[in-house]
């Protein structure tokens, strides 16, 4: 997968399958989570789920054209190890064209929460948004 990272040094950009991408660390996800999630006058899941599937579909279109990739499950298989590449965590498809399930085996959002917050914090909700965008993309 480092193939297909390139590096702007004077631009400090950073492209994955000619998608920008940028990473931090999960004390800054979580916060920008937080701030998103936490007003009950917006929806802020739907916003995260939603703009996480935009733009994966974009990265992973333009994986799956760059590497050649016909089949569902050439797609599926470059889907999940992309997601782990890129430090999200695990997942495994288990999906047909009729439907199916993506289990998250490993998550940087929950285990950062767990690192973080710990059990001072009793949360009740699902965390990964994310990873339901990017399945979704995917």
């Known amino acids: 997968m480092f193939d297909y990272l390139s590096i702007d040094r004077p631009r400090k950009l950073v492209a994955f399958f000619n998608e920008p991408v940028i990473l931090h660390c999960h004390h800054y996800n979580l ?11 917006i929806d802020g899941v739907s916003i995260l789920q939603t703009s996480a599937q935009e ?16 089949t569902a499950a050439e797609r599926l ?13 695990r997942l495994n498809f288990e999906v047909t064209e009729e439907g ?21 914090v009793n949360r009740t909700k699902p965390i990964d948004h994310l990873a339901v965008g990017y399945a979704a993309a995917a």
């Open 77 to 89: 298989a470059t889907a999940a190890h992309i997601f782990s590449f890129l430090g999200f965590g």
């Open 31 to 41: 916060f920008l989570q937080q701030t998103i999630e936490d007003p009950d006058w």
């Open 100 to 120: 199916g399930e993506v289990e998250l085996t490993h998550s940087h959002y929950a285990e950062g929460w767990l690192g973080k917050y710990g059990e001072q």
């Open 55 to 70: 733009i994966f579909y974009s990265l992973l279109a333009n994986a799956f054209k760059t590497l050649g990739l016909q």
